[in-house]
């Protein structure tokens, strides 16, 4: 196997090494071999509704009424989350709320507290 990254642009994992340039094959991409090797994977930010960075263990408060699929059930607006877990998923947002149970929610609709 290659020491060498996949391409960016397609994820292919045939690229090859030119001069100084990483090359891909499968969709001509063309990138520094330096940068390649030096990048480092990016952490994805988290933000709430205001823009404001969520961690895990943080407390939020959820900014409208959220309706609940299945159970008929609304989420009322205040209800005050604490110790989110934060997870890379459509739903950014695992918690545990009072007279609820387990639930998933997205960061659109909280409010770091």
């Not at 001069?19 to 891909?24: D, R, T």
């Not at 408060?61 to 890379?88: C, P, W």
């Not at 998923?89 to 507290?113: P, R």
């Amino acid at each position: 196997m290659s020491a060498l990254p996949p391409c960016p642009k397609c994820n292919s994992e045939f690229t090859y090494e030119d001069g100084g340039l990483c090359i891909c094959p499968e969709c001509a991409h063309e990138w520094s071999a330096q940068a390649a090797t030096t990048a480092e994977p990016t952490e994805k930010a988290y933000r709430d509704s205001t823009g404001t960075v969520l961690q895990n263990g943080d407390t939020v408060t959820v900014i409208k009424d959220l309706k609940l699929k299945g159970s008929g059930g609304v989420i009322k607006m205040g209800t005050k989350v604490k110790n989110i877990r934060l997870v890379d998923s459509d739903h950014d947002i695992d918690c545990k709320i009072d007279g609820f149970g387990a639930m998933s929610l997205k960061t659109e609709f909280v409010k770091k507290v």
